[in-house]
């Protein structure tokens, strides 16, 4: 090819990489409510903001409970669900790496020695360069080293739209590992808080157990004494069995409660989590404003990244209606002698150009335009889907806690009116103005509302880590920028 076109398609190259079909991306819009004001925060003030709660990673630290916190930090490690993540996270970042590779040229060297026979005339090598001639024949040593590149500059942006889609696509994947770790933190942290719940069930239920015994004792001295009669025997005996054996079957609940967190940090099903008094709390965590929610959610960034990666695919489908170039070039040497392999007299080079352009493929370029645009489309609806279940998931957890801190005065006041029903039903019995049938009534129902006092206290709880976790868990994403 004569050097000034081979110059000018250079220039032309270098001059159109400047280019990118297809459409630049822009953010899809999201549906937001309109006052910038959560619905059930209205009226509503938490009793001790922390200002902090939503903006720390360790936002389980709020509880603080040593063992929880522990817990937290191992399931990060640990956890296999997240180490699959991690990986193919990993993996996103190396095609990342293989994209942005296609904007250089290839360069490949090669080095050979061989013998040629000549038996007269001219020893011409591989490159066309005359070597020598004899007269008899007789072996010539030929020495070649060459340099060798190959680039197809990219005209119509092809390959950077490629590394868009695998750079939004890394950045998605990195996301939805933060979401995965958050997920896990989640179903810890509510395995945890039940796994308490239970251990505070177990000594309602062996106080329980001690009262009951205590009421048969009594039963039992007055049958003795024919003040009572054997079904009130009959009737304190079969309550204190059935309390024994709802205790026992606690056991057995918190043994799989168990085994669930030693799955969650990746140990085998042998962690024992130690019996402790039921210490936690609820938190009041400020939700700050919805126009705020969609950088903190680690599944809202990863659906955009998707949709990001989406629009990058339409236009390296576009770019399929026009040319490819490919530049070549080559050079080296070539000698007889070793010594003389980088005398300039021995060096040769050739450069060469190629364009191909697809004249008829049956409409497959325009088809595939078409997915990738519906691709895109999908992508987008998938965005502005996963960022209404994030308000509405913030709303739901905002009602319950609501809900739940009004119904817990009431409960509160339900467990004191049943122990002082206790008390004055055994005072009666032993008085002999009421039947043991009232005393079983007034204990079940004693148990029944300290059983739902503790079970609405462990919802509080786990309404608090929902809300967190709806939150963002701390997440922001600024965490996703340079990836």
Not at 132 to 140: D, N, V
Not at 206 to 232: C, M, P
Not at 249 to 256: I, T, V
Not at 300 to 305: F, I, L, S
Request: net charge negative.
């Amino acid at each position: 090819m004569p050097r000034p076109l081979l110059t000018a398609l250079l220039v032309s190259a270098t001059v159109l990489t400047g280019c990118e079909v297809g459409p630049n991306y822009k953010r899809p819009s999201a549906p937001t409510p309109a006052s910038n004001q959560y619905r059930e925060i209205q009226g509503w003030t938490p009793a001790d903001p922390n200002a902090d709660a939503v903006v720390k990673t360790d936002w389980w630290t709020l509880f603080d409970d040593p063992v929880l916190n522990d817990l937290e930090q191992r399931v990060v490690v640990n956890n296999q669900t997240l180490a699959a993540d991690l990986a193919a996270y990993q993996q996103a970042r190396a095609i990342l790496s293989e994209q942005e590779a296609a904007l250089w040229p290839t360069l490949s060297g090669t080095g050979d020695s061989r013998v040629t026979f000549s038996s007269g005339g001219r020893t011409v090598g591989a490159s066309g360069v005359v070597l020598g001639s004899a007269g008899a024949a007789r072996p010539i040593p030929i020495y070649t080293m060459e340099l060798g590149a190959t680039w197809e500059p990219d005209l119509w942006g092809r390959v950077r739209r490629l590394i868009e889609n695998a750079r939004a696509n890394a950045q998605a994947n990195l996301a939805l590992l933060n979401n995965a770790r958050l997920s896990a933190q989640m179903e810890l942290a509510a395995d945890y808080i039940a796994l308490r719940q239970l251990d505070e069930e177990k000594r309602i239920d062996d106080a329980t157990v001690k009262a009951y015994e205590t009421s048969l004792t009594i039963t039992r001295n007055k049958f003795l004494a024919g003040n009572a009669a054997q079904s009130d025997v009959d009737q304190a005996e079969t309550q204190l069995t059935s309390e024994r054996a709802a205790a026992t079957a606690l056991g057995q609940q918190r043994a799989q409660m168990e085994d669930a967190i030693a799955v969650l940090i990746g140990r085998p099903a042998d962690l024992s989590i130690p019996p402790a008094p039921w210490t936690l709390k609820p938190v009041d965590v400020p939700p700050g404003l919805p126009s705020t929610l969609l950088q903190r959610r680690p599944d809202v960034a990863a659906a955009e990244r998707q949709a990001a990666a989406a629009s990058a695919e339409i236009g390296v489908a576009t770019a399929g209606f026009f040319p490819s170039v490919t530049l070549t070039g080559a050079g080296g040497t070539e000698t007889q002698a070793i010594s003389h392999l980088f005398n300039p007299q021995t060096f040769f080079w050739n450069a060469g150009a190629s364009a191909v352009e697809t004249v008829f493929n049956a409409g497959l370029t325009v088809a595939q335009v078409r997915a990738a645009r519906a691709f895109y489309n999908e992508a987008v609806a998938n965005y502005r889907q996963t960022a209404l279940t994030a308000f509405g998931q913030v709303e739901d957890n905002l009602a319950a806690q609501r809900v739940l801190a009004a119904e817990q005065p009431d409960l509160q006041a339900s467990v004191r009116s049943a122990d002082d029903a206790v008390r004055v039903t055994l005072n009666e019995y032993n008085a002999g103005t009421v039947d043991y049938t009232s005393v079983v009534v007034a204990q079940a129902t004693a148990l029944a509302a300290h059983n739902a006092e503790l079970q609405l206290e462990a919802s509080r709880l786990t309404t608090t880590v929902d809300l967190i976790v709806a939150l963002g868990g701390g997440w922001n994403e600024a965490n996703l920028k340079g990836r």
